[in-house]
């Protein structure tokens, strides 16, 4: 992975190339910044950098020997470290290898969650291991083979738990050559005892403009999607994936007209059978991306309410949907229908159940939009 190729953070490639010009290249590093924010992929870019043999004034060459195992992910030198679902406790992240390329070089933007389906795991607990931590060890006391330092990217070591203790040693005298670049989206996770021992480089998310044109030139959106998708996914590549993957016959967006209709008509049969057969069946990621999706519509409503649709960025049959909703409801209960969406969201992303989520929230929505401003319409609004 070469610099150019990662969106944005054009000081933070400054100061990492930097660092090595000067020959200040701290041997434990913290790479925090928020999911799909592009942190992982900073920290490989940078790792192929220092082992580049032909280094250029601002990237890696792409080409050298040593680049080119870089970019297959196979280079000897360079191990990884992940949070895996561990079927056994003899499985370390070793065992994840085939996997963990193939989902890096597909998504470098990856969340735990698109992983986690990559694997298949379900609901199983993300954890960095014991086992694996030893391997850590071992994999590094050994001489590199053919590059300069060895390096080891640890993605995630909020899952490390008590295990990271076994590496403190490691972090803090690290045989010669050696480099550990941590990747982290939250800080407050991460036992204190290794943050102390790494220098931080603080990776912030992406501005909507750079989302943007990432959007239109690399994932050719048109622009008024673009648009719409940057303002969603907040910075966050991963979910804008998700929502351009959702997107594709724009099912998120019947899904969600339908889902609204059985709750305002307290069509609680109908209501059921979506939530359950639908809803529920979504997979995670794309749950949570629902959900922003109907968090977002319903900041659109209110917009258009407070008169302000300059700024409502949407597509023809949503921008039509938004403009009949907007007439019916409340300023109140729009804010609150966000509010109850929220939780929801937050509640899926902590693994809670799904199926009893989306009934819950169903629920509380027909209670929500059960008093109408216009009472009459309600059945020919959607
Ligand atoms: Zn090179």
Known sequence: MQFKEIVGHQSIKNHLINSVKNNRVSHAQLFLGPEGSGSLALALAYAQY???EDRQEDDSCGHCASCRKYEKLIHPDLHFSYPFFAKGKEETATTYMDEWRKAFLTNPYLGLNYWREQLDSGNKQANINIAEAHDIIKKLSLKSFEAEYKVLIMWLPEYL???????LKL???PPAKTLFLLVAENQDKIINTVISRTQLVKIN????????SYLVEERKLDPRRAKEISFIADGNIQEALNLIHQHGENETFSILVQWLRFIVTDNGKELIGLTEDKLSKLGRENQKSFLLYAINMMRQIILMQQGLR???FLQEEEFAFVEKFSGLFQFEQLEEAINILEKTHYGIERNGNAKILFLDLSLQ???LFK??????NRDSII
């Open 365 to 367: 929505l027909v209670l």
């Open 371 to 376: 008093y109408q401003t216009f009472p009459k």
């Open 50 to 52: 220092i082992n580049c």
């Open 161 to 167: 738990d008590t295990q990271g203790n076994a590496l």
């Open 310 to 312: 300059n700024l409502v």
């Open 171 to 173: 972090i803090e005298e």
């Open 205 to 212: 998310k992406l501005h909507h403009d750079e989302m943007n």
